[in-house]
């Protein structure tokens, strides 16, 4: 496996998930399509994972493309409350309706 060439930048991800509006998910690739790496989606967990502001940097906003929730450095069921709050149906450790609720951010 290489490496990236150019690393992604922590602030920029986190610029991007503060982005992602309460009650909407977008998933590990669309962000690292946003930020013009479409292969980095484990770099993009990784940074999440070294989130030390969750609450401020809503990364429980985050899921895997197939509809699970994916990990949070809180716990998965705190994650899971979050996104019910916010209005996102799940069932069984994936978001009901993905497409409904995906955010993607605009190329510009």
Known sequence: MSALKTPISREEVFKL???IPRGMVTTYGE?????????AARAI???L???????????HRVVCSNGKVGG????????????????????????VNLRKHLYKFNST
């Open 17 to 19: 998930v503060k982005k």
């Open 31 to 39: 962000l690292a399509k946003a930020v013009g790496k479409p292969k």
């Open 45 to 47: 967990g990784a940074i």
């Open 49 to 59: 994972r070294a989130n030390t502001r969750p609450i401020e940097i809503p990364c």
């Open 72 to 95: 949070y450095s809180l716990g998965v069921d705190l994650k899971i409350r979050l996104l019910e709050q916010e209005g996102i149906r799940i069932k069984n450790g994936k978001i």
